[in-house]
């Protein structure tokens, strides 16, 4: 089994293109190990929104429900995806 000194007696021997290369990796890794341990710690969204996935369906469903009246009592009205996408062009594009 290596040791860490003997890890570390290797590392020295390394030529500086070497030692840098072994640095940025080691950088590198901190960094990803770093931003895991963000993730794992960040609450769940039902702890961190109080919203339960069946408040969350029931919601939904309700917007759903509104979405159609309004479709159906003629507020608003459907517009088709080619219609839609040459709005947004020129809506960005200028």
Same mark, same amino acid.
């Given at each position: ?9 290797? @590392?020295?021997?390394? +030529?500086?293109? $070497? ?7 080691? #950088?590198? !890794? &901190?960094?990803?190990? /770093?931003?895991?341990?963000? @993730?794992?710690?960040? +609450?769940?969204? $039902? ?7 069946? #408040?969350? !369906? &029931?919601?939904?469903? /309700? ?32």
């Amino acid at each position: 089994m290596t040791t860490a000194v003997e890890i570390e007696a290797a @590392i020295r021997k390394l +030529p500086p293109s $070497e030692r840098r290369k072994l640095d940025a990796w080691r #950088e590198e !890794e &901190q960094i990803a190990h /770093e931003n895991a341990d963000r @993730i794992f710690q960040m +609450p769940d969204k $039902e702890e961190k929104e109080g919203a339960t996935d069946a #408040e969350v !369906e &029931q919601a939904w469903k /309700e917007e759903t429900r509104r979405r159609i009246a309004e479709l159906e009592s003629g507020a608003v009205k459907c517009v088709d995806g080619p219609t839609v996408m040459a709005q947004l062009r020129r809506i960005t594009c200028r």
